[in-house]
């Protein structure tokens, strides 16, 4: 069979683009990556409207990426802070690479705006891909094969 043959909304990407389908869902998760955690900061930082981050975060905790946290200051009413769940936190990869694709081919002149690094030593951080086995695979490298969990295109 070829991949063309078989279909698509099975497929793990199509179900992930789902979830994180728009600019704003990405950079929201980018700030809540950064440490933005408030509703407030998060909408003075993105620069989006209220009812935009409200559906884009629902969305997110409907899909177990966030979690609602109620928070007090200081007598005033309870308010919301959005923590990424373990299934968000494993998304970092996802933003590295487009970070890393961002940098590579959109940078200006000047480079990066920010460069990603690790806390312990200070060196860069990149993702590359690496089988099971250790070795580099990308490009030619690497394939898609479909398990029994895929299905042919016009199957129920």
Same mark, same amino acid.
């Not at 728009?22 to 950079?27: E, S």
């Not at 007598?75 to 487009?98: I, K, S």
């Not at 480079?111 to 089988?131: M, N």
């Given at each position: 069979?070829?991949?063309?043959?078989y279909?698509?909304?099975?497929?793990?990407i199509?179900? +992930?683009?789902?979830? #994180? %389908?728009?600019?704003?869902?990405?950079? #929201?998760?980018r700030?809540?990556?950064?440490? /933005? $955690?408030?509703?407030?900061?998060?909408?003075? $930082?993105?620069?989006? +409207?209220?009812?935009?981050?409200?559906?884009?975060?629902?969305?997110?905790?409907?899909?177990?990426?966030?979690?609602?946290?109620?928070?007090?200051?200081?007598?005033?009413?309870?308010?919301?802070?959005? %923590?990424?769940?373990?299934?968000?936190?494993?998304?970092? =990869?996802?933003? /590295?690479?487009? *970070?890393?694709?961002?940098?590579?081919?959109?940078?200006?002149?000047?480079? =990066? =705006?920010?460069? #990603?690094? %690790?806390?312990?030593?200070?060196?860069?951080?990149? /993702?590359? *891909?690496?089988?099971?086995?250790? $070795?580099?695979?990308?490009?030619? $490298?690497?394939?898609?094969? =479909?398990?029994?969990?895929?299905?042919?295109?016009?199957?129920?």
């Amino acid at each position: 069979m070829r991949w063309a043959d078989y279909d698509s909304e099975t497929c793990s990407i199509a179900r +992930s683009v789902d979830i #994180l %389908h728009d600019r704003w869902t990405l950079l #929201l998760m980018r700030d809540l990556i950064n440490g /933005v $955690h408030r509703f407030e900061a998060l909408r003075a $930082h993105l620069g989006v +409207s209220r009812d935009v981050l409200s559906k884009r975060l629902a969305a997110l905790v409907a899909a177990g990426v966030v979690e609602r946290r109620s928070y007090q200051d200081d007598g005033e009413r309870a308010r919301a802070a959005y %923590h990424l769940t373990e299934a968000g936190r494993e998304l970092q =990869p996802v933003l /590295v690479a487009l *970070l890393a694709w961002g940098d590579k081919y959109l940078a200006g002149a000047a480079g =990066p =705006p920010a460069v #990603l690094e %690790h806390i312990g030593c200070g060196a860069a951080v990149s /993702v590359r *891909l690496v089988c099971d086995r250790g $070795h580099e695979a990308a490009g030619a $490298h690497v394939r898609l094969r =479909p398990t029994e969990a895929a299905r042919l295109r016009g199957e129920s």
